[in-house]
Structures are given as structure tokens and as C-alpha cells.
């Protein structure tokens, strides 16, 4: 079966950096998505990866090795306001999207 | 702005009843979904459609309808056949280019009592 993993939940400093890992065992690969969603809110896009490397955008970046399977989203000097979930997502060979759980971010002052 | 619009922000229901959520977008997006969402689970696929007058199930469609009349509207139905209805359902809709990059609404939260 496809599978996404994800950790449930990470907890960090204000200022700090933070890595959120996610491993896909999925049938095909055709890219690899990160959203972040606040409490009852609608996800928001953060980045796509689809070739292996580092992705950057402002204090956030993406990392992608399709060999292993592996991902992670870097958060750097993190703010009050990047409390929330993070998801992870892979576009298999069909096209369709599979989601992870998500991980659950507290940023504590 | 555009964007997408889900109404109504929480519904709730009676068993037996059926409830339909609205989902509106002004992107002029081709695709849209919808999504349901449960605590410790990713996202699950209820329906899509790729074009107006046409749609496909998805990973969970039991239990749900859509309808693809206009571009602009994708509302998903929700019947006394789905058997545990409570959850939170997420529009989206993407541009079939490039990523497929998702927007989503707001959501809707519906409870069943």
C-alpha cells in the first residue's frame, strides 16, 4: 500500500529551527508537496519539490531524496505564528495526491 | 480577491437527513475536489472533477454526491447512506498546470447529533 509518515507532533523555541521529517512509500513519484494549516483553517501552500535537492524560499525551505524516499521542511527563526500543522503530500504515478497525517507544530516562547 | 468559499462554517445534522455544503470559487480554476478530514489522519478524496458536467469518485465516495453544473460551484451532498458523517470537509480547486498546486476553502464542519 501508499504510505506517508510523518511525525505527530514537534515542539520547539521561539527563534530556533525546526526539521519536520516525512517518508513516502507511494507507486510512482510526481512530486511532493508541503501545506501548513492553522487550527480550523484551510491549508495553505508552502513548497513542491519534484528533483532531489533543496528548495528555499524565505525562511522556509524543502528538501527532496527521491532515492530514499525522504523529505523535510525547514523552518528557521521561528515565530509565535508558525504554531500549527504541517502536511505532507506525494503525487503518485496516477496523478493523484496521498496525504500524511501531518505534523503538529507548538512553538513555545 | 479570489479565492474559494465553502458555506455553511459549521452544519449540524440530524441522522437521516441529508445536507448538501456549498463550495464556490472564483478562480477560474478547471479542477476541484473535496477532501475529508479526520483528527490523526490525512486528507482522504471523497470526489473530484477535472471539467464542468463531469466528475469522478474518489478514495470515499460512499455515502456522498457532487454535482458539476458550472465552473464556479462543486457542492458536495451528504446522505443518511454515509455512515459517520461527523468530520470536516475541505474544497479545493487547482489550474491543471504546472504543480496542480491546491487552494483550498475554508471548511466545513459538520456534526452529526
Known amino acids: 500500500g501508499q504510505n506517508i509518515d510523518q511525525p505527530t507532533e514537534m515542539t520547539a523555541t521561539e527563534g530556533a529551527i525546526v526539521q519536520i521529517n516525512c517518508t513516502y512509500q507511494?507507486?510512482?513519484?510526481?512530486?511532493l508537496f508541503w501545506y501548513q494549516q492553522h487550527a480550523g483553517e484551510a491549508p495553505t501552500f508552502l513548497s513542491y519539490n519534484v528533483l532531489d535537492g533543496l528548495e528555499e524560499k524565505g525562511r522556509f525551505s524543502s528538501f527532496l531524496s527521491r532515492s530514499k524516499g525522504y523529505s523535510y521542511l525547514l523552518l528557521k527563526e521561528l515565530q509565535m505564528k508558525d504554531s500549527a500543522s504541517y502536511l505532507c503530500?506525494?503525487?503518485?504515478?496516477?496523478?493523484?495526491?496521498?496525504w500524511g497525517a501531518g505534523t503538529k507544530l507548538i512553538i513555545k516562547p | 480577491d479570489g479565492g474559494i468559499t465553502q458555506s455553511p462554517k459549521y452544519l449540524f445534522r440530524k441522522e437521516g437527513q441529508n445536507v448538501t455544503l456549498s463550495c464556490e470559487q472564483n478562480l477560474n480554476h478547471d479542477a476541484m475536489y473535496w477532501y475529508r478530514q479526520d483528527p490523526g489522519q490525512g486528507l482522504r478524496l471523497i470526489y473530484y472533477?477535472?471539467?464542468?458536467?463531469?466528475?469522478q469518485k474518489g478514495d470515499i465516495a460512499e455515502g456522498y454526491s457532487v454535482s458539476r453544473e458550472k465552473k464556479e460551484s462543486f457542492p458536495l451532498t451528504v446522505t443518511s447512506a454515509q455512515k459517520n458523517p461527523t468530520a470536516f470537509y475541505l474544497c479545493a480547486s487547482s489550474d491543471n498546470s504546472g504543480a496542480n498546486v491546491l487552494t483550498f476553502g475554508a471548511g466545513s464542519r459538520l456534526t452529526v447529533l
Open positions: 507511494t507507486s510512482g513519484f510526481n512530486g
Open positions: 503530500a506525494v503525487k503518485d504515478s496516477n496523478y493523484q495526491l496521498i
Open positions: 472533477s477535472q471539467i464542468v458536467n463531469d466528475f
